[in-house]
């Protein structure tokens, strides 16, 4: 099956500066890439995802990037906000399930005011 | 997005019981999962719940420990049996694709439980 790897574990940054976390997959059969922030006690919540046949996407402040060749996706978000603090996961389906997903195991980011 | 009820959104249950976590979605979906997280974890899959028949498990999990039901298109249920400490994690329900759309995957609350 798909396996996620997600860099770093933990991200602190200052209010304004901007955020980069890293993810690789191994399943070349995967399209769909999914990034989910989750707040505490709170169930994920779907940010922005990308699928293979785009390379970059962007909504705002939040943009998501994509290199199929070397199968690696990043989240890109710039001035960050104290409110952006959260746990952030991306993931990948598994190119033959809908809506199945594998997870990497999450970055928590923090920024400060 | 999906509106997706999960209940209960948390409990506290004794070693050897079990609980039941009901997931209703708004619309129809074809696809329903149930994932497990564990205390500072990512989101590992338990199964997927088919409409019609036995789900289909992953590596790891059985149906005797988290038996599964799913009677119609916008409904689950997801027992978790014979509770130990070991089970006490965020257990989150799942659904896709939704509506018109392919891959995007939604997620419940999550049903925090706590086992003493």
């Known amino acids: 099956g798909e396996n996620v790897e997600q860099h770093p574990s933990t991200l602190s940054v200052q209010e304004g500066d901007s955020a980069v976390i890293k993810c690789t997959y191994s399943d070349s059969a995967s399209n769909y890439f999914p990034w989910y922030k989750q707040e505490l006690g709170k169930g994920p919540q779907l940010i922005i995802d990308?699928?293979?046949?785009?390379g970059e996407k962007k909504d705002q402040r939040i943009a998501v990037t994509l290199n199929k060749t070397a199968k690696h996706f990043s989240l890109h978000i710039t001035e960050t906000q104290p409110e952006d603090s959260a746990v952030y996961f991306c993931?990948?389906?598994?190119?033959?399930?809908?809506?199945?997903?594998?997870f990497g195991r999450g970055t928590q980011l923090t920024v400060w005011p | 997005s999906a509106v997706i009820s999960q209940k209960p959104s948390r409990d506290i249950c004794q070693r050897g019981t079990s609980l039941t976590i009901q997931c209703q979605v708004d619309?129809?979906?074809?696809?329903m999962f149930w994932y497990r997280q564990q205390p500072g974890q990512s989101l590992t899959l338990i199964a997927t719940?088919?409409?019609?028949?036995?789900?289909?498990?992953e590596s790891g999990f059985v149906i005797d420990k988290f038996p599964i039901s799913r009677p119609n298109l916008t409904f689950s249920t997801l027992t978790v049996s014979n509770m130990s400490p070991e089970d006490s994690s965020i257990y989150l329900c799942?659904?896709?694709?939704?509506?018109?759309?392919?891959?995007?995957?939604?997620f419940g609350q999550g049903t925090r439980l706590t086992v003493v």
């Open positions: 719940a088919n409409q019609g028949s036995e789900a289909t498990y």
């Open positions: 990308i699928r293979s046949n785009v």
């Open positions: 799942s659904v896709g694709p939704y509506r018109l759309q392919t891959d995007e995957a939604f």
């Open positions: 619309s129809q979906v074809t696809m």
């Open positions: 993931a990948a389906d598994s190119g033959s399930t809908l809506g199945r997903l594998y």
